[in-house]
């Protein structure tokens, strides 16, 4: 058709033209919409840290990618990190500014395609020391957590005062239960983690069903950006009562 005709379309023509032409991008939109929604919510999701917790591992600011769904086949394991939501008591988290309407369907909507992580101040990321089972005790002689009897030596992740090689100044000595995880910070000092919520609900063991995932990428600041992996402190641990 040349170009004469072509402007020479009646306007239905050109009407039914656009239509089409806008039915089109806002399938695709719905279709990009709906795959980040299940990527976000089944697969992987993204956070933002927002305490000193798990220095020098992970720093305020740090983004990080969750990984949702291979845990569901093959659990947990000691020494990786998770995040999860509040088991209750955990967070003393201040009401949210007030926004406009606008603002908070921006972020409802980067939220639900995984590209804000507004939620982030509803979760906390630790390291797993105790799985389901384990008998978790602070300290040896050596200052050091022994997991089900195994001394573990964690010096090579922990962010300890100079001249400290104690694990925990805080001593517990705990099982376990079945369906929950013992967690702590790697800025033991300066991490509110199971130690400093056993007088909360689950007596400070986090239920397994509100873990999200395991962290497994940084992917900002652009200087840091990498995997992130569990430890190999652990590798000898024997299994607890629950998994024998």
Not at 35 to 53: D, G, H, N, Q
Not at 57 to 71: A, F, G, S, Y
Not at 179 to 193: E, K, L, T, Y
Not at 211 to 224: A, E, S
């Amino acid at each position: 058709m040349s170009s004469s005709e072509t402007a020479d379309a009646p306007p239905r023509t050109r009407r039914r033209g656009f239509v089409l032409f806008a039915r089109d991008i806002l399938v695709i939109v719905v279709i990009a919409v709906v795959v980040s929604f299940l990527v976000k919510t089944f697969v992987v999701r993204s956070f933002y840290i927002p305490s000193a917790s798990m220095e020098d591992t992970l720093l305020i600011n740090d983004r990080i990618l969750v990984d949702e769904l291979t845990p569901n086949w093959n659990g947990y394991e000691r020494g990786e990190i998770v995040v999860f939501a509040d088991p209750g008591g955990w967070l003393d988290t201040p009401p949210p500014p007030e926004r406009s309407p606008l603002e908070e369907g921006v972020d409802w909507f980067l939220t639900l395609v995984g590209i804000s992580a507004s939620d982030s101040e509803d979760h906390l990321v630790k390291r797993v020391v105790g799985l389901p089972g384990d008998h978790v005790v602070c300290c040896n002689a050596m200052g050091q957590i022994t997991v089900n009897g195994q001394a573990v030596d964690e010096l090579s992740y922990l962010k300890l005062p100079a001249g400290d090689t104690q694990a925990s100044n805080d001593p517990f000595d705990v099982t376990v239960p079945e369906g929950s995880i013992w967690v702590m910070g790697d800025n033991r000092d300066q991490s509110a983690d199971s130690r400093a919520n056993r007088d909360k609900p689950g007596d400070g063991f986090v239920p397994l069903d509100n873990v999200v995932g395991r962290v497994f990428l940084r992917t900002w600041p652009m200087d840091r950006i990498g995997t992130i992996e569990g430890t190999k402190a652990f590798t000898s641990v024997p299994d607890g009562e629950a998994s024998q």
